[in-house]
């Protein structure tokens, strides 16, 4: 009965909301007449109502995170569930903007590898009972791909009235990053995936 209790929290609560907003980034799109009223320099009504979701749905994670690690309410269902929620609203976000045409596709694939193999590398060392903590260049990826898909989604608005390509230069960025980190995170982990 405790398990089911502490399952419930407000942490974990966060998280299930933002799985659910996830449905919501995707939905939005597909309204036509949503996506064909300009409100300015290219941004659509839908452009604009994907990028407030997906900064609410980001928000939640940093607070239900601060509030897991400030009120020790660390539990197993937020451990698993709180970075796939993540990878899933940064998947969606990706995909939106594929769609959009504002993104290249082998830049979203590099993204969804590193997190594929990041995962995998994070079940084996939980298999070992080894916690991996998250890393500076894993926080800079993430903050970088936040960015890329902001930036985006308002077509790189304000940035085009001077001329400025600043949602593709993010996005390099991020994809830098991307391969940087995930590199780094082998590397340093080496030992987990090849045991002697």
């Known amino acids: 009965m405790e398990k089911t209790k502490q399952k419930m929290n407000l942490p974990n609560k966060l998280t299930i909301l933002r799985i659910l907003l996830i449905p919501v980034i995707v939905i939005i799109p597909m309204f036509s007449s949503l996506s064909e009223k300009i409100l300015f320099s290219g941004v659509s009504l839908s452009d604009l109502i994907v990028l407030i979701v997906f900064c609410i749905a980001s928000f ?4 239900d995170g601060y509030i897991a690690r400030k009120y020790k309410l660390v539990t197993d269902f937020g451990k698993f569930m709180d970075p796939l929620a993540d990878k899933l609203l940064v998947f969606a976000a990706f995909i939106i903007l594929i769609e959009l045409n504002r993104i290249e ?3 979203v694939m590099i993204i969804i590898a590193r997190e594929f ?3 995998g590398i994070r079940i084996l060392a939980a298999n070992n009972n080894c916690v ?3 890393s500076k260049l894993g926080k800079a990826k993430t903050i970088s791909q936040m960015a ?7 077509n790189n608005y304000p940035f085009q009235l ?3 390509p600043m949602g593709l230069i993010v996005t390099y960025l991020a994809a830098l990053l991307t391969i940087v980190s995930g590199v780094d995170y082998f590397i340093k982990n080496k030992s987990v995936i090849i045991k002697k």
């Open 60 to 63: 939640t994670d940093f607070l």
């Open 105 to 107: 596709g082998w830049i």
């Open 117 to 119: 193999m990041v995962t």
């Open 132 to 134: 991996i903590a998250a």
């Open 148 to 154: 890329a898909i902001i930036i985006l989604l308002l």
């Open 162 to 164: 001077i001329s400025i």
